[in-house]
């Protein structure tokens, strides 16, 4: 069994070659809810959706978000309302937000939720929310404290960021779901995707039960850099760590997460950045890790999955 750690689009993509080489009883996925938000009055959980949609070949491969032979019709005839549209809600994937909206409403849990829609997707493995609670990541900006879609949607990433709040997170408990999992004596990896390390891997970390859980455990601990060549594959990441004063490489992202890893995985290009990962005291594997097929996407994980069972032996 392996756990990866969840954020936005490049996670999913590394989860999705790890679902084409492993069996879904081996491997769980754990991810962000830090992103989720009421929009237009509904329950949005873009991390969430965009694993589903991607384990499904439901995903818009334009965006890496939303779903594909998307239609706009409601954006549009919102638009004519005069009703806020910078959060694009295509009209099939308006169909989870107002399913998901209702199920919460009715008393039911994220995790149930989730669990019943994966498997309407035909999707085998579990997708396990981080928690059930409430966690909201919170950017501290030089425009101020901006919730997530704000700045990353609204504001397009714009603002110079100094800090964040997993607002909810210290109190909030994990679930009976990655509890066992983090538990599980059969664990043979935690892997970190290759997401965002501060917008959506902090998030899951910032939870202590899930802190703690991954300490205890004897499975090595490994990452895969979002970071190649000195460039986020997408998104801020780079930008956030020299805004942050970080060092915006391969070898930032591993001082980063230092006291949790056992491993590192960077890019061929960043080869020159491994003795001074190694000197972190990890294990360091050079591969090419920038996911464009669904063959890099199978590659990297049976790298991921081989690397780990080679530091278990150590
Ligand atoms: N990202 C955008 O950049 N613009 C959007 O309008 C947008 C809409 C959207 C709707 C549903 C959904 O599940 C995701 C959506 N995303 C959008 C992506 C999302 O905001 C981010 O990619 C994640 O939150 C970061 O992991």
Same mark, same amino acid.
């Given at each position: 069994?392996?756990?990866?750690?969840?954020?936005?689009?490049?996670?999913?993509?590394?989860?999705l070659?790890m679902?084409e080489?492993?069996?879904?009883?081996?491997?769980?996925?754990?991810?962000?809810?830090?992103d989720?938000?009421?929009?237009?009055?509904?329950r949005?959980?873009?991390?969430?959706?965009?694993?589903?949609?991607?384990?499904?070949?439901?995903?818009?491969?334009?965006?890496g978000w939303? $779903?594909?032979?998307?239609?706009?019709?409601?954006m &549009?005839?919102? *638009?004519?309302?005069?009703?806020?549209?910078?959060?694009?809600?295509?009209? $099939?994937?308006?169909?989870?937000?107002? *399913?998901r909206?209702r199920?919460?409403?009715?008393?039911?849990?994220l995790?149930? !939720?989730t &669990?019943?829609?994966?498997?309407?997707?035909?999707i085998?493995?579990?997708?396990?929310?981080m928690?059930?609670e %409430?966690v909201?990541?919170?950017?501290?900006?030089?425009?101020?404290?901006?919730? =997530?879609q704000?700045?990353?949607?609204?504001?397009q990433? #714009?603002p110079?960021?100094?800090?964040?709040?997993?607002?909810?997170?210290p109190?909030?408990?994990t679930?009976? %779901?990655?509890?066992?999992?983090?538990?599980d004596p %059969?664990?043979?990896?935690?892997v970190?995707?290759?997401?965002?390390?501060?917008?959506? !891997?902090?998030?899951?970390?910032?939870?202590?039960?899930? #802190?703690? @859980?991954?300490?205890?455990?004897? &499975?090595?601990?490994?990452?895969?850099?979002p970071?190649?060549?000195?460039?986020?594959?997408?998104?801020?990441?780079?930008? !956030?760590?020299? *805004?942050?004063?970080? %060092?915006?490489?391969?070898?930032?992202? @591993? #001082?980063?997460?230092?006291?949790?890893?056992?491993? =590192?995985?960077?890019?061929?290009?960043? *080869?020159?950045?491994?003795?001074?990962?190694?000197?972190?005291?990890?294990?360091? @594997?050079?591969?090419?890790? !920038?996911?464009?097929s669904?063959?890099?996407?199978? #590659?990297?994980?049976? =790298?991921?999955?081989? =690397?780990? @069972?080679?530091?278990?032996?150590?």
């Amino acid at each position: 069994m392996i756990a990866v750690l969840s954020g936005g689009v490049g996670g999913a993509k590394l989860v999705l070659g790890m679902s084409e080489v492993l069996a879904p009883q081996e491997l769980a996925v754990i991810a962000n809810t830090g992103d989720d938000f009421v929009h237009l009055g509904l329950r949005i959980s873009p991390d969430l959706d965009t694993l589903m949609y991607t384990l499904s070949n439901e995903v818009n491969p334009e965006t890496g978000w939303g $779903r594909k032979n998307e239609s706009w019709q409601f954006m &549009a005839a919102l *638009e004519a309302l005069g009703g806020e549209t910078w959060f694009r809600l295509g009209d $099939r994937d308006l169909a989870t937000h107002v *399913e998901r909206t209702r199920r919460l409403g009715a008393g039911e849990t994220l995790s149930a !939720i989730t &669990a019943d829609l994966c498997r309407r997707f035909g999707i085998g493995l579990p997708i396990l929310p981080m928690t059930d609670e %409430q966690v909201r990541t919170i950017i501290h900006t030089d425009q101020g404290k901006l919730d =997530f879609q704000t700045y990353f949607v609204r504001r397009q990433t #714009r603002p110079v960021v100094t800090g964040f709040d997993y607002s909810g997170a210290p109190t909030a408990r994990t679930t009976a %779901q990655v509890t066992e999992v983090l538990a599980d004596p %059969q664990l043979e990896a935690i892997v970190l995707a290759p997401s965002n390390p501060y917008l959506s !891997i902090d998030p899951v970390l910032a939870i202590p039960a899930i #802190r703690r @859980a991954i300490q205890a455990s004897p &499975a090595p601990v490994l990452a895969v850099s979002p970071i190649v060549g000195g460039r986020a594959l997408k998104g801020p990441t780079a930008k !956030i760590m020299l *805004e942050l004063g970080d %060092q915006p490489s391969a070898a930032g992202v @591993a #001082r980063h997460y230092q006291e949790l890893l056992d491993g =590192f995985i960077l890019d061929t290009v960043d *080869e020159n950045l491994a003795a001074e990962i190694q000197a972190m005291d990890m294990a360091v @594997a050079t591969t090419q890790t !920038i996911m464009q097929s669904i063959g890099d996407k199978t #590659r990297l994980a049976r =790298f991921t999955i081989e =690397f780990a @069972a080679s530091m278990r032996k150590r």
